[in-house]
DNA sequence: CCAAGAATACGCTACGTTGCGTCTCGTTGA
DNA sequence: TCAACGAGACGCAACGTAGCGTATTCTTGG
């Protein structure tokens, strides 16, 4: 499933982890400077010092590419992990603030579009970028958390967070502005 | 802003209304056949029996076709529109049915992929669908039923539009299954 | 033990294809 | 009469494939 990654061992000359390095450094690099409909392969090789081949022999499509970019963790800063203080609506509104400052930072809004949109091209990068925004974390914490009794024990924890994610995708689409009370709002709506 | 649309009377022939149409409906249907990103302007005329030119003399932009046939209503059904019985909560939970249905029929789920990762290269694209979702009647409504006492009264209107219709489009781009309750367990989520 | 050989990745260059957006052409029609 | 139309050629960019010589690495046999 996951392209890219190491060959079983065998015979010949081994994969260059440096230029599997460069291409993904290339791609994060054009990524979020031209924009995912921007992006080439030949423009990621040339970018990469690298032939186009190579990145051919290896990936399947720019989709393939940008996900393991994503995996790696080149594309996206990894502070959208959720704060674990015990407290989960706390810690899902500063999970959110932090999401919705990062989409308030200049250039950020087109890369989040950009994401979505290769997101909606290839499954890989939408799962991928599930994991980078902090999804799993949050299904345990809710499940928990309405296990606990600290939320509504009812609570539909697929539907809560397709919301929330939901959410924040449609501001990052829509680029609608970010009231300051948006985080607090939305933690106070989905979790009762 | 929107593109496509009447000319200022002059000398010499009229624009065609004809061919017009043919592009509109060549758009939508190699749309729904092939997504969005296989759509292309010669395939349109091509299908359309248009000429290029034709084309590009009345839009300036893929996106810009997409949305226009969006509007003219020839890609998505009209049944999208939230109905109003007086009930809140069972209208939306009706107008939430009706999407999930949609979803759940065979080729409509990738239909609205597509749009999303149109959408998010084209806000006009963007701001057309979320009218086509009944957006504008969803803020009406919401917005006089926290006045009527009906839902709370600090429902913060924007968050649940966004919550409502980004987990449409969750549920669209991840092709997570469609519970039966999905609409329910939505409703009773955001509106308490 | 170590050279020969086989297998493979690499950079490079070139090729045919597709779609873009622009630009003439005659022709047609209000 | 003159803009809109169809047809289609043009240069450009990127696609994905192929073949080349070179470098690297494992296997084999004298």
Chains 1, 2 share one sequence.
Do not use: C
């Not at 392209?3 to 990524?31: N, W």
């Not at 299904?139 to 397709?162: F, H, L, S, Y």
């Amino acid at each position: 499933m996951t392209e890219g990654t190491a060959a079983p061992r065998r015979r010949g000359a081994a994969r260059s982890e440096s230029a599997r390095r460069a291409i993904l450094a290339a791609t994060a690099s054009l990524f979020a400077t031209r924009g995912y409909d921007h992006l080439t392969i030949e423009g990621i090789a040339a970018e990469a010092g690298v032939a186009k081949q190579t990145i051919y022999r290896w990936w399947s499509s720019k989709g393939s590419v940008v996900a393991e970019t994503l995996i790696e963790g080149e594309l996206l800063p990894g502070r959208f992990a959720l704060p674990d203080t015990g407290n989960l609506r706390a810690d899902l509104t500063a999970w959110l603030e932090s999401l919705f400052g990062f989409l308030g930072e200049p250039g950020n809004a087109p890369l989040i579009t950009s994401l979505v949109s290769a997101a909606a091209g290839n499954p890989d990068v939408g799962a991928r970028l599930d994991d980078s925004l902090g999804a799993s974390e949050l299904t345990i914490r809710i499940r928990d958390a309405a296990a606990a009794g600290e939320i509504w024990a009812d609570t539909p924890v697929q539907e809560t967070i397709e919301a929330l994610i939901g959410a924040v995708v449609m501001r990052a689409l829509r680029g609608s502005p970010l009231t300051p009370d948006a985080s607090q709002d939305l933690v106070r709506l989905l979790l009762r």
